[in-house]
RNA sequence: GCGUCGGUAGCAAAGCCUGGUUACGCGAUGGACUGCAAAUCCAUUUCACGGGGGUUCAAAUCCCUCCCGGCGCUCCA
């Protein structure tokens, strides 16, 4: 199967064509690590978690590379305002990058560059690019000058550099007192009293803002890679400013053979901003709800598009993630009930019965098309989609009249199936410990426990009673702490709206 | 202004590149199951593609045009 990705440059899909077989060399550009990891960054890097593991999943030895740009202007802000080191600004937001995203269940890279330790590479690197007269030393810095290389501008925009000039008016030496035209862009910047700085040849300073990520792919991967990816912001000027950079300074092009960018996520069809006070974080979101429900949600559109956030549509991922789990647990019991203790070493059972054929089949049907949504520039709205499919027929299946080895033989099989596609390819389903344990990760459910008990094995008298209504009453009761109670062939179960 | 991405049933969102077949989900309604619920299953909620032209045996899908909206052109995932 062919995998197909949009490219940002070429402005269509085109075949995955990599350097070298087999290996993909993949830079995401990473936050600056000024703030707590808001609704954006968890957006974008699940989008390229979704890239990452599906690359793997067809076999292709990835390296992910991703940067932490950890020396900039609202980090030393806030650093000053609080009157602590830049540094220690970085290091705690950092801290929360890893724990947001690890709760999401994305992938760690397999390497996280800084800015505060590229800076001997990134030196050299303007220092080419002097040699090559693309860059001037101004009075306030080093500078990349634009018109050296005219026909790599507008690349991933479609903008026209002569419409840009014309239409600029006013802005024109707004920014970088130093520069000998608008469009060129800090490579190094000098000192202000009390910043942060580095020796340069041309003084102390530190990076302009897109210098790292041309020093880092560079000395990650040499002058040429596979995918580079960002939001969709970062088209301009970041990844144009990239271009530049590393194409004059090493000669070659294309830098990169796919360029990727993911959509906005926008609040109540608004920009998400701070000004605006519409302001999500990724903790924020994760204190009503579960990492992996907002997984899903955002999993539920193509990564290309804008989303539009609201309470609506956590509400949806909620029950489309909620109805995933229950599934997967659900099945888990089906095939592993009797087999607690050798629930990972059992062997796949063989597959028996007329019946269980057909659904085996349509199941298999299923699994194709699923990586064929993949496949087609990693559609995971689609591949959702029949998912869903599956476990309507997986659950069907599974409650129907057969015979209890098939039964059970049957639920490895989903079981499987599932944690192929949900699991390792989209990284929706919790460890099988987590998922037989239901809610149990929840934090609240320990402190819960002895009084959701209490009131349950009331209910059990009542109900052995057959006093429907006392029974009814203490389901209202536990209702209102907001705790739903289901009964079950097993008992009743409970969890936690 | 220039650039770019969109406008799909009550909501939400795939499909458009590679014209011809059901998206999927939520919500709603009825049914099976249940003491009643929940979960699950079945059925109904279907003939939706911004407007107008055109191409074609056939268009949500290709072409033209118009309208509306988002985003970018300054820091931003």
Not at 211 to 228: N, V
Not at 400 to 422: H, K, M, P, T
Request: net charge negative; with cysteine.
């Amino acid at each position: 199967m062919a995998l197909r990705v949009y490219d940002t440059r070429r402005r269509e899909k085109v075949d995955f064509v990599t350097i070298e077989a087999g290996k993909v060399r993949m830079y995401v550009c990473g936050i600056t690590p000024y703030s707590p990891s808001h609704l954006g960054h968890a957006r974008c890097y699940i989008a390229f978690d979704i890239v990452h593991r599906w690359l793997e999943a067809k076999g292709y030895d990835v390296t992910y590379v991703q940067n932490f740009t950890d020396v900039e202007d609202k980090i030393i802000n806030i650093a000053n305002e609080e009157g602590i080191d830049y540094l220690e600004v970085a290091e705690r937001n950092i801290v929360d990058y890893y724990d947001v995203m690890d709760a999401l269940n994305v992938l760690r890279a397999d390497h996280y560059p800084r800015v505060t330790e590229t800076i001997e590479g990134i030196i050299s690197m303007i220092e080419t690019l002097i040699e090559k007269e693309h860059a001037y030393n101004g009075e306030d810095g080093v500078y990349f000058h634009v018109e050296s290389a005219p026909e790599k501008y507008g690349l991933l925009t479609g903008q026209n550099i002569e419409a840009v000039r014309a239409g600029a008016g006013g802005r024109v030496g707004g920014t970088g007192l130093g520069k000998r035209d608008h469009k060129d862009f800090a490579l190094w910047k000098f000192a202000k009293p009390g910043e942060p700085q580095w020796d340069s040849p041309w003084g102390a300073g530190r990076p302009g803002w897109h210098i790292e990520c041309s020093a880092m792919s560079l000395q990650y991967f040499g002058e040429q890679f596979d995918i580079h990816g960002g939001g969709d912001d970062l088209r301009f000027p970041h990844h144009e400013a990239e271009i530049f950079q590393s194409e004059c300074c090493t000669g070659k092009s294309p830098l990169v053979n796919h360029w990727m960018h993911n959509g906005f996520v926008n609040i109540d069809g608004e920009k998400m901003s701070k000004s605006l006070g519409n302001f999500w974080t990724i903790t924020d979101a994760l204190k009503t709800h579960k990492p992996l429900v907002l997984r899903h949600a955002l999993l539920n559109a193509h990564y290309r598009n804008p989303i539009d956030f609201s309470e609506q549509f956590l509400e949806d991922g909620k029950r489309s993630q909620n109805k995933l789990e229950d599934s997967y647990c659900d099945l888990l019991r089906v095939w592993g009930e009797k087999n607690k203790d050798h629930l990972v070493s059992l062997p796949r059972p063989q597959l028996g019965g007329e019946g269980l054929a057909h659904t085996i089949g349509m199941l298999e049907k299923l699994g194709e098309e699923c990586a064929l949504s993949m496949d087609d520039d990693f559609n995971t709205r689609e591949a959702l989609a029949k998912i869903s499919s599956a476990i309507k027929i997986m659950n069907k299946a599974v409650n129907s009249d057969i015979d209890e080895n098939d039964r059970q033989s049957l639920g490895y099989y989903c079981v499987e199936w599932l944690e192929e596609f949900a699991g390792s390819a989209l990284g929706l389903l919790p460890s099988r410990e987590d998922a037989l344990a239901g809610s149990q990760e929840d934090p609240r459910r320990a402190e819960l426990e002895p009084i959701v008990s209490e009131l349950l094995m009331k209910r059990a008298a009542a109900r052995e009673a057959k006093d429907w209504e006392a029974a009814d009453a203490i389901r209202s009761e536990l209702a209102a702490l907001g705790i739903t109670v289901q009964d079950t062939a097993d008992g009743p179960e409970w969890e936690i709206n």
